[in-house]
């Protein structure tokens, strides 16, 4: 149900999945956002402006960039490619994504902002 209302909104905001590629989107938080986190403390919000990147598919070296509501969305071409989104201190570990023809794959980051 919710691929299909993703695909719902994408096509609304003028973003289909063609034939030949498929998308990734997600969230990116950079976190902790605070130097005392306490129980009961709000989560930390999404971050905009972020860049994520994508290296080792057909489509080596794709970034996306994450808008105000810290949300990306790329077309890419079919493979697996090593996902990991800039900022913090502490140098991600990148992730493993599989991009298939006319599928949308949610892949949500978290990156270490550091602080302690």
Known sequence: MGAILLAAWLTACGTTVSETTGNVTG???ISPCRPVERVGDPPCPPSAGVRVHF???????ATALTDATGTY??????????VWAEGGIVKPRP?????TPRQIVTLNLTVDSGIR
């Open 55 to 61: 290296d080792g598919g057909p489509q080596s070296g």
């Open 27 to 29: 969230t990116v938080v």
């Open 73 to 82: 969305l790329v077309s890419l071409t079919p493979g697996s490619y090593e």
């Open 95 to 99: 992730v493993t994504v599989t991009v």
